[in-house]
């Protein structure tokens, strides 16, 4: 069984920083696409970065996050981070990881950040 298990989401203010962790267990992290997510109330779930392992490795990340947010991963502790710098009000969503593993989407409970002064 696959358990993401996100931490670090805070209530911080505009401009400051905030790194999220996703810890996992029962998936191989060394194999596995990792992603951060995030849904603000009456909004969709968006992508905000993901790290793939094959082809190489390729990143992507949200347009919105460009330049202010970086995912990486520790391969021995099976986590993932997500770094945020100058956060705005509109980051205010909650936080989720996600891996799509063996044929489905694994998620997270979910990290609250909230930008507000």
């Known amino acids: 069984q696959v358990r993401l298990v996100e931490s670090g989401g805070d209530l911080v203010q505009p401009g400051g920083s905030l790194r999220l962790s996703c810890t996992g267990s029962?998936?191989?992290?060394?194999?596995?696409?990792l992603a951060w997510y995030r849904q603000a109330p009456g909004k969709q779930r968006e992508l905000v970065a993901r790290?793939?392992?094959?082809?190489?490795?390729?990143?992507d990340v949200a347009d919105f996050a460009k330049g202010r947010f970086t995912i990486s991963r520790d391969w021995a502790r099976n986590r993932v981070f997500l770094q945020m710098n100058s956060l705005r009000p509109e980051d205010t969503a909650m936080y989720y990881c996600n891996a799509p593993y063996y044929g489905r989407d694994w998620w997270g409970q979910g990290t609250q950040v909230t930008v507000s002064s």
């Open positions: 029962g998936i191989n992290f060394k194999i596995a696409t």
């Open positions: 790290q793939s392992v094959d082809a190489g490795g390729t990143t």
